[in-house]
């Protein structure tokens, strides 16, 4: 008798530590940290154009942004980096009139190279500005017809590598090339990532014990608790919030080797904002939820509220505020809904503080999260690199544009 089967039991996190080690041979992203950054730079620092404007949906500008928004507020650049990700003709209106088209350098960024909202958007601007070799750069993979298109036009590309997928694609040269442009240092964004890496692969160091424990209990719990909200407390996160909706959805949301669907629902929420609402929910809600809390410890700004105004606050009794920087104020007020949600006993949740607004800090969480959705995807028994799905969708959307 002769006996096979296509389904497993995983019964250690050393399996799921080998099965990565194994996926690291052939999924790019893992490998990413450890590039050589030269032609990058050396090819950014050639562009003086003042908007950096990229031309991308879903993975080919969210992880870009996230990192963009990051660290705008604490960075002076000399230029600026523009999304236009949306077909959303309002949007696109609204973000060119904003921009000296005459002093743009524009990054198309698709990684099939067929990528519907892309093409549109750079047919749209091609009918307002002349677009070539001096002021278009293209990221493609190298048997795309876009790759094509820059090859027919002198139009500079770089590889978007095949074995890299889209929404882990942020430290390749599709996030880098743009980040670099406006002035990121890419190198200590990568320092950050090769830091998690080498912790996470170190078995002596430790790290990869914190990740897989937290991937068994999200998945051993995944019926009761099914819905995995970040808290994230600043505003400069909230791009990251979104980047990690797409990663923790379209990589998780799939159906697993023994038919069964799969999936945990992201949710991305900000602090200061949200706690006056979303919280209710999870205090007094139903309990299917997870909570992760994203602290920064030093925002590197240091703004008080002032105890001496024009106007007599007094009335309003709020001396005890006097004095006190905006950076400890937002840092208590996630200490004091992290107590109220742990005191309540029966909400799983979790603390990520992330030192200090930089390439390096904003790099380590980012491929914390990449690491943990593949140990995930493992527990799950899905390809976490694929979107049928998704894919499904732009075949109707091509089907229906041709048949209008």
């Avoid at 997928?165 to 990121?184: D, E, H, I, N």
């Avoid at 080498?198 to 078995?203: K, M, P, T």
């Avoid at 105890?307 to 006097?322: C, E, I, P, W």
Wanted: charged share 20%.
């Amino acid at each position: 008798m002769i006996y096979s089967k296509n389904f497993y039991q995983i019964k250690s996190n050393l399996e799921i530590f080998e099965r990565i080690k194994a996926e690291r041979k052939g999924v790019g992203y893992y490998n990413l940290p450890y590039q050589d950054t030269s032609e990058i730079k050396k090819y950014a620092q050639k562009i003086t154009k003042k908007y950096i404007v990229v031309l991308g949906v879903g993975g080919s500008s969210l992880g870009a942004k996230a990192i963009y928004d990051f660290l705008l507020s604490s960075n002076n650049y000399s230029k600026e980096l523009i999304f236009l990700e949306t077909v959303d003709p309002l949007k696109i209106n609204h973000c060119l009139k904003k921009i000296d088209l005459n002093d743009a350098q524009f990054v198309v960024i698709s990684k099939s190279g067929n990528t519907v909202e892309t093409t549109s958007i750079f047919k749209y601007l091609d009918s307002m500005v002349t677009i070539d070799s001096t002021n278009c750069t293209i990221i493609s993979e190298t048997k795309s017809n876009l790759t094509q298109f820059s090859k027919d036009n002198d139009i500079k590309a770089f590889d978007f590598a095949e074995n890299v997928g889209g929404r882990f694609s942020v430290f390749s040269v599709a996030g880098l090339l743009p980040l670099a442009m406006v002035g990121v240092d890419i190198d200590n964004l990568l320092n950050g990532c090769k830091r998690v890496s080498n912790n996470f692969f170190d078995e002596e160091a430790g790290y990869c014990k914190s990740i897989l424990e937290k991937a068994r209990f999200l998945v051993e719990n995944k019926t009761r608790f099914h819905t995995n909200v970040v808290f994230s407390y600043s505003s400069m996160l909230e791009g990251f919030n979104r980047w990690y909706v797409q990663l923790w959805a379209e990589s998780l949301g799939k159906v697993n080797i023994n038919g069964t669907r799969q999936g945990l629902t992201p949710i991305g929420l900000i602090g200061p904002v949200d706690q006056h609402s979303f919280l209710q929910l999870i205090m007094e809600g139903v309990r299917d939820k997870t909570v992760t809390f994203i602290k920064i410890g030093d925002l590197k700004d240091n703004s008080l509220i002032p105890a001496n105004t024009k106007h007599k606050f007094d009335v309003l009794d709020f001396q005890y505020v006097d004095n006190t920087s905006f950076n400890e104020l937002l840092n208590k007020q996630a200490d004091s809904t992290i107590q109220s949600i742990q005191e309540q006993d029966d909400i799983p949740c979790d603390v990520i503080l992330i030192r200090t607004v930089d390439e390096f800090n904003i790099g380590s969480l980012m491929f914390t999260y990449q690491l943990l959705t593949s140990c995930i995807g493992v527990f799950l028994q899905i390809n976490t690199y694929d979107q049928p799905g998704v894919e499904n969708g732009k075949v109707i959307l091509k089907s229906k544009l041709k048949n209008a």
